[in-house]
């Protein structure tokens, strides 16, 4: 990548303090023992490229979007986060893997209102693996919306750390009202996001598949 394109790159708001950081760094380095200063450069570019925020624009139609850049994971049936009131109930997950090179803000898949938030802390498994969904520290959101014919939904979003990531950032509240495609928080660096869709949802992607928040559908309601 070229130095002056990272110049025209959009910044989530959350990056500017890692990216100043990293530059202070990478600038004493130089001063003190060049050779270091240029070794160290890679990394100071990819703190900037990792807080990218680039504009995204959903889909029409209703289908809900993906909350994040990544790649999908098996698609298993699993009970939401107790802490958010919705049963025990198994539903269809579907989990997107981030890594440390995607962009890591988060999208609200489907236009709503934010019914429950619940954080639990925990540890801090590979994002990849399937217990990092119940052990992890994870933000839990659950979303109400109207679905075929007015039919009031419901459905959770969970923001989970994985092995390098100590931070979660979530920016709604409750009762809050989101349309799809609006940025809600990010997490810092390398993560999971997981769906818990309603009943009567039809998956629209495949394990393995690349996905991107905000752009890709991953599962609608036929009539």
Same mark, same amino acid.
């Given at each position: 990548? $070229? ?6 790159i959009?910044i989530? $708001?959350e =990056? #500017?303090?890692? %990216? ?5 760094i990478?600038?004493?380095l /130089?001063w003190l023992? +060049?050779l270091a =200063? #240029?070794?160290?450069l890679? *990394?100071?570019l #990819?703190?900037?490229?990792?807080? !990218?925020?680039?504009?995204r624009v &959903? +889909? ?6 993906s909350? @994040?850049d990544?790649?999908?994971? +098996?698609?298993?049936?699993a +009970? &939401?986060p107790?802490?958010l009131?919705?049963g025990?109930?198994?539903?269809? !997950? ?11 803000v988060?999208?609200?898949?489907c236009?709503?209102t934010v019914?429950?938030?619940? /954080?639990?802390?925990g540890?801090?498994?590979n ?7 119940e ?14 014919? =007015? @039919?009031?939904?419901?459905? @959770? *979003?969970v923001?989970? @750390?994985g092995l390098v990531?100590? !931070?979660?950032k979530?920016?709604l ?12 928080? %990010?997490i ?5 996001l997981?769906? /818990?869709?309603?009943?009567?949802a039809?998956v629209? *992607?495949?394990?393995?598949?690349? *996905?991107k928040?905000?752009?890709?559908i991953?599962a609608?309601?036929?009539?």
């Open positions: 990548m $070229r130095i002056t394109a990272l110049f025209r959009p989530h $708001r =990056g #500017w303090r890692f %990216i100043a950081i990293a530059v202070a990478n600038a004493a /130089y023992l +060049p =200063g #240029w070794l160290f890679p *990394v100071t #990819w703190v900037v490229v990792f807080f !990218r925020d680039p504009e &959903p +889909p029409a139609g209703h289908g809900l979007v909350p @994040a990544g790649v999908m994971l +098996p698609i298993v049936q +009970p &939401p107790s802490e009131g919705l025990a109930a198994p539903r269809t !997950r579907l989990s997107i893997f981030m890594n440390v090179f995607n962009v890591h988060n999208r609200v898949p236009n709503g019914t429950g938030l619940a /954080y639990r802390p540890k801090f498994f994002a990849s693996f399937d217990k990092a969904s052990h992890n520290e994870r933000m839990a959101i659950a979303l109400a919306f109207d679905g075929p014919g =007015g @039919a009031q939904k419901e459905l @959770a *979003v923001q989970i @750390a990531a100590r !931070r979660i979530c920016d509240s409750k009762g809050q009202r989101v349309c799809r495609g609006d940025r809600f928080g %990010i810092r660096f390398g993560s999971r997981d769906v /818990y869709l309603p009943e009567g039809r629209a *992607v495949s394990a393995g598949q690349k *996905v928040a905000g752009e890709t991953l609608d309601f036929p009539n």
